[in-house]
């Protein structure tokens, strides 16, 4: 049988996972209703034609649901998210878990073995798989190091536009929660827990607004790494590489292609690699399996809780522009 997944917040993220349940794990989860508290954005969902129930509330809709998906703004995340688990419910949440970082370390403590993950794509990945092989086969020697290197041409991006009013303020958006965490989770996850060294960051001009430049030196499993990331520095509307420095380097380029470099210092692309834009309903399909399985409280290998609050501490002290002495390990 299928499960029951009602989703809160119908931006972007929540429209995504809709779609890809729709369209490619229907037979793994049905979608038994939506909400959002902005009625155009039920209305676009709806011109979708995809036949999905139209919530009341967001309490009809974790009443009527086995997993609640909340992919609203992230200073609302953690009120769906402990009414759902006060229900019963299985819960998948969107990054970051909340604004406060207090409060997101108490509803962690709160949850406990509870079932809830967070959506970070990269668990379900399998070009992330392709580099845990690489890193397990010991095909670069031993590693000396990694770099995270992101770059927009604009923030927000294009197609982010309709939710700038949040994406594009200090208080909750800004690349560095929404696209250099996704990094930073593939770090910790592949090489170890996280610790920040030391960071430097520029916000814009306009008051509030978000980071328009990073620089970050960072330790993930006793490994050095370096961080960079900025906006107006790039012809492309975005790129991203997460790389493994070693005798022979590789790495994860523009969210899917898995590569490695070859004696001219050229790229090879493994040769399963697919373009973002068709890896990502694969990888959709993959998370909800795995969100289907947490459901049902089986073993899963979504991201955790404990790995979203490791992730979203680095995240705050980068953009604090300090030095964090340590995050503990769990998940």
Not at 5 to 17: D, T, V, W
Not at 264 to 284: C, F, I, S
Not at 298 to 312: G, I, K, M, N, R
Request: some cysteine; glycine content about 12%; proline content about 5%.
């Amino acid at each position: 049988m299928t499960i029951g997944l009602g989703i809160i917040g119908a931006g972007i993220m929540g429209e995504r996972l809709l779609r890809a349940a729709a369209e490619h794990a229907s037979d793994v989860v049905h979608v038994s209703g939506i909400w959002d508290h902005a009625p155009d954005a039920l209305d676009r969902v709806a011109a979708g034609s995809l036949g999905v129930p139209r919530a009341a509330s967001a309490d009809a809709v974790i009443e009527g649901a086995e997993c609640v998906y909340v992919a609203t703004p992230p200073g609302t995340h953690l009120g769906y998210a402990r009414a759902a688990l006060a229900a019963g419910r299985a819960l998948f949440l969107e990054k970051p878990l909340a604004v406060d970082l207090a409060d997101a370390r108490a509803f962690v403590a709160e949850a406990g073995a509870a079932r809830a993950a967070v959506n970070f794509p990269f668990a379900s990945s399998p070009a992330v798989e392709c580099l845990q092989t690489w890193l397990r086969d010991n095909v670069a020697g031993a590693p000396r190091g990694f770099t995270v290197d992101v770059g927009f041409a604009a923030w927000p991006r294009p197609w982010q536009q309709g939710a700038a009013g949040w994406l594009d303020g200090s208080a909750e958006g800004g690349f560095t929660r929404e696209v250099v965490s996704h990094f930073l989770f593939l770090s910790r996850r592949l090489l170890g827990p996280l610790y920040l060294k030391s960071s430097e960051v520029e916000f814009g001009a306009a008051e509030g607004g978000a980071e328009r430049r990073i620089a970050a030196r960072l330790d993930a499993g006793g490994l050095p790494g370096r961080l960079t990331g900025g906006v107006g520095g790039t012809e492309k509307e975005e790129h991203n590489a997460w790389t493994i420095q070693g005798v022979a380097n590789f790495r994860l380029r523009d969210w899917s292609v898995a590569e490695r470099q070859r004696p001219d210092n050229t790229w090879a692309p493994d040769p399963d690699a697919l373009p973002n834009e068709r890896m990502r309903p694969l990888v959709l399909r993959r998370q909800l399996e795995q969100v289907a399985r947490m459901a049902r409280g089986e073993p899963h290998h979504l991201a955790s809780l404990v790995e979203a609050f490791d992730v979203q501490q680095v995240v705050e002290a980068i953009l604090a522009g300090r030095r964090m002495t340590g995050v503990a390990e769990g998940g």
